[in-house]
């Protein structure tokens, strides 16, 4: 099994819990040494980590305009996939555990494919195969990695 490599700046983690997902072998192939940036953004806070009162929810507006509401505690986690120093695409929890992503072409925030459940974002990073959103799961880490064009189900590697 290869170990993963992990963009660094990236916010702490609650946990997950994917209903009806089956673990997976992890992914195959080599990491291909081009680290994506991440950075989380917290509760009515902004980059630098400031985080207002949060009650039920809190909104947060991605560069392209479009607004989502995230739950309280969670991160916002950006991905800068080419390393050109502007944001590429955002990772959120909603209120409803549900996740989310938004990116430049999206038009609005979209539900990530395949029923994952969370608390919190944990990182992005890129391997051989694709590039990967990272979560955990209490004493588990799971992954959904982008390829051949879509998001493939979340599988646990640790």
């Known amino acids: 099994?290869?170990?993963?490599?992990?963009?660094?700046?990236?916010s702490a983690v609650a946990g997950l819990l994917l209903a009806g997902q089956v673990a997976h072998a992890a992914?195959?192939?080599?990491?291909?040494?081009?680290?994506p940036t991440a950075r989380g953004v917290q509760a009515g806070g902004s980059e630098d980590g400031n985080a207002l009162a949060c009650t039920n929810y809190?909104?947060?507006?991605?560069?392209?305009?479009?607004?989502?509401?995230?739950?309280?505690?969670?991160?916002?986690?950006?991905?800068?996939?080419?390393?050109?120093g502007t944001a590429d695409e955002y990772f959120g929890i909603?209120?409803?555990?549900?996740?989310?992503?938004d990116w430049k072409n999206a038009g609005r925030w979209v539900e990530m494919p395949n029923n994952?459940?969370?608390d919190d974002t944990l990182n992005i990073g890129r391997?051989?195969?694709?590039?990967?959103?990272?979560?955990?799961?209490?004493?588990?880490?799971?992954?959904?990695i982008f390829s051949s064009g879509?998001?493939?189900?979340w599988y646990?590697?640790?």
Do not use: Q
């Not at 809190?58 to 991160?75: A, I, L, V």
């Open 1 to 10: 099994m290869m170990k993963l490599k992990w963009a660094t700046g990236a």
């Open 27 to 35: 992914p195959s192939g080599t990491d291909t040494g081009t680290r």
């Open 58 to 84: 809190w909104t947060f507006k991605s560069p392209w305009g479009h607004t989502g509401k995230f739950k309280c505690g969670s991160h916002v986690l950006r991905a800068d996939w080419d390393n050109n």
């Open 94 to 101: 909603a209120p409803n555990r549900t996740i989310w992503h």
């Open 116 to 118: 994952g459940r969370a």
């Open 127 to 144: 391997t051989g195969n694709g590039r990967y959103v990272r979560v955990k799961v209490g004493g588990h880490i799971w992954v959904s």
């Open 150 to 153: 879509k998001w493939h189900k």
């Open 156 to 158: 646990m590697v640790e």
